[in-house]
């Protein structure tokens, strides 16, 4: 299946349009990151997997509202608060990521409590609230009022922690998390096991499901490893391509992929988007994906530089993409549904990520046409100003030996 038959679109004559498109996303790009390292230190707004903190995973019995719960966690004085929808949205969650960084037992404890003071809106002074209170708890109230006087027999402890577990699960299996009314209980435990649970505990309009605690060394070794496995990337690239076909070939394609990355990182800075380890892997696959579609096009070039020796490279390379571009639209245009469809149904855990992958398939598929099969001729243009023989390529098939080069006339 062919999109495009026979095109003869002069990409090398467009260069100078698609040169001034990259620079302008490329610079907007560094400047937005030059400014953001001045003013918060970091080039990127950092995921919590990075900077450390806390994160703290809340569940509505509404449908909550991400803006109104930011702005009620900035009263209470927690500052630098990030709010966000958390799985489906039937489901009611958010992510609250914190600033606390230290990782004792304490610290976990007081953003916990932070968040659940901030947002018990109804609060009834004197009771506790029972879609935050854990199984321990309640059994320590039951043990305490025993409302169902077995203070003198051998089995109120084993009784009430039975009890107790089984209004546990039943808020946290049967209802997801969240209680709407402390008598929806009746049929999980005795009437007065509900009677002496109202008199001391209400319950909220939420729950605190989990909190995790990002410390500050872990976050540093995490954004260490995702530097050094970009760099790593990029080095075997070139590496393989300066085998494979010639030195200047595997730096056209580093420089092709920093491109991609550049501009990809710039928009999330722009946007002011959380690089998290998931856009680190969302990045790290555009390098592979940005990478083939590129040797693809090299692969053509060298083919055709054998069959077609006594054509200028600028020509031989415009043919070579004028015949690649059915294959790379195809693929590129399948990948991409897929990835805008993560972008607009797969939650907002996931947006980031997907957005990274709809940014970086549109870039990669661009510069594989625009910026690295040009890079070839502008190097070779710039050796022949110089005086310098044209570049050649090593045509080799498959795991056979190398054929002669064939020179290339400027």
């Known amino acids: 299946m062919e999109f495009f038959r026979n095109t003869s679109i002069d990409f090398l004559g467009k260069k100078w349009y698609f040169l001034t498109f990259s620079l302008i996303f490329s610079v907007a790009g560094i400047i937005s990151m030059g400014h953001r390292w001045a003013t918060t230190g970091s080039p990127v707004p950092l995921g919590v997997d990075f900077r450390g903190g806390t994160l703290v995973y809340v569940k509505y ?3 909550p509202d991400p803006s109104a ?21 039937s489901n009611n969650e958010v992510l609250i990521q914190l600033d606390i960084q230290e990782t004792s037992e304490q610290d976990l404890s007081k953003g916990k409590d932070q968040i659940k003071q901030t947002l018990e809106s109804n609060a009834n002074p004197g009771k506790q609230d029972l879609n935050n209170s854990s199984s321990l708890t309640i059994l320590n109230h039951l043990l305490e009022k025993d409302p169902l006087h077995l203070s003198s027999g051998v089995d109120a402890n084993p009784r009430y922690t039975a009890i ?7 808020r946290d299996k049967t209802k997801g998390g969240v209680l709407d009314s402390i008598d929806e209980l009746k049929n999980v435990a005795d009437p007065a096991v509900v009677a002496s649970l109202q008199d001391s505990f209400f319950v909220s309009d939420f729950g605190i499901r989990n909190v995790e605690i990002v410390g500050p060394q872990v976050g540093g070794q995490l954004r260490k490893q995702a530097i050094l496995a970009t760099l790593y990337s990029l080095g075997g690239m070139l590496i393989y391509l300066a085998l494979r076909f010639e030195w200047i070939y595997g ?14 990182v710039g928009i999330f800075s722009l946007l002011d988007r959380e690089i998290s380890l998931t856009v680190i892997a969302a990045i790290l696959t555009l390098i592979g994906y940005s990478n083939n579609d590129t040797i693809v096009v090299f692969d053509r070039i060298r083919e055709n530089i ?8 600028a020509d031989i390379v415009n043919k070579s993409i004028n015949q690649t571009l059915s294959r790379t639209i195809l693929t ?8 805008l ?6 939650g907002e855990v996931l947006h980031n990520f997907s957005l990274a992958l709809v940014i ?16 070839l001729v502008a190097y070779q243009e710039w050796r022949g100003e110089r005086g310098k023989p044209a570049i050649s390529m090593p045509l080799r098939t498959g795991s056979g030996p190398a054929q002669p080069k064939e020179k290339v006339k400027a």
């Open 251 to 264: 730096v056209a394609a580093v420089l092709t992929v920093f491109h991609d990355t550049l501009i990809t």
């Open 332 to 339: 590129a245009g399948l990948t991409f549904l897929t990835v």
């Open 360 to 375: 970086g398939i549109l870039i990669g598929t661009y510069s594989s046409i625009a910026i690295a099969a040009p890079i």
């Open 61 to 63: 019995a509404h449908t």
């Open 164 to 170: 107790a577990q089984a209004i546990v699960d039943y």
């Open 341 to 346: 469809a993560l972008f607009l149904f797969g």
């Open 69 to 89: 719960i930011h702005n009620e966690i900035e009263r209470s004085g927690l500052k630098n608060a990030r709010v966000q929808r958390y799985g489906p949205t």
């Open 306 to 313: 054998k069959l077609l020796r006594r054509d200028r490279l």
